[in-house]
């Protein structure tokens, strides 16, 4: 069963917030080994994957079902993630940086197989596969 673009966004927000407020909650368990930062920057980057997928479904819900989200979102996302992780402990920041770019990634090969777009040139375009002409 899959989630419209309105309901996505509240889900995906509640989340995102539930899993701040757990690393607030655990925040010296985060802070008590080497382990624990890093496990507390894998926390962060769900919460960019949980924030990215909130604006990105309100923008489909505004602006139509072929919107896409931008480097805007994805920074707008990526920063508030750090930033939730830097409030646990530097290092989390810096491997929350990392999962993210990971987790963007995945979301992006995934949308890429789910969906067919093509690669994005250094344009910024699109470039879909015309395949063979039939004669």
Same mark, same amino acid.
């Given at each position: 069963?899959?989630?419209?673009?309105?309901?996505?966004?509240?889900?995906?927000?509640?989340?995102?917030?539930?899993?701040?407020?757990?690393?607030?909650i655990f925040k010296l368990q985060f802070q008590s080994?080497?382990?624990?930062?890093?496990?507390?920057?894998?926390?962060?980057?769900l919460i960019f994957v949980f924030l990215l997928t909130?604006?990105?479904?309100?923008?489909? #819900?505004?602006?139509?079902?072929?919107?896409?989200?931008?480097? /805007?979102?994805? &920074?707008?996302?990526?920063? $508030? !993630?750090?930033? *939730?992780?830097?409030? #646990?402990?530097?290092?989390?920041?810096?491997?929350?940086?990392? /999962?993210?770019? &990971?987790?963007?990634?995945? $979301? !992006?090969?995934? *949308?890429?197989?789910?969906y067919g777009l093509g690669s994005v040139g250094s344009?910024?375009?699109?470039?879909?596969?015309?395949?063979?002409?039939?004669?």
């Amino acid at each position: 069963m899959t989630l419209n673009e309105s309901a996505s966004a509240v889900v995906s927000l509640v989340f995102a917030v539930l899993t701040f407020s757990s690393m607030q909650i655990f925040k010296l368990q985060f802070q008590s080994s080497q382990g624990g930062t890093i496990l507390g920057g894998l926390t962060g980057s769900l919460i960019f994957v949980f924030l990215l997928t909130t604006l990105n479904n309100l923008e489909r #819900v505004i602006f139509g079902k072929g919107f896409q989200a931008k480097w /805007f979102e994805v &920074g707008l996302s990526l920063v $508030m !993630a750090v930033m *939730a992780s830097a409030a #646990v402990h530097r290092v989390s920041a810096s491997t929350c940086f990392l /999962f993210s770019l &990971g987790m963007l990634y995945g $979301m !992006a090969k995934i *949308a890429q197989d789910a969906y067919g777009l093509g690669s994005v040139g250094s344009s910024g375009h699109a470039h879909h596969d015309k395949g063979k002409k039939k004669k």
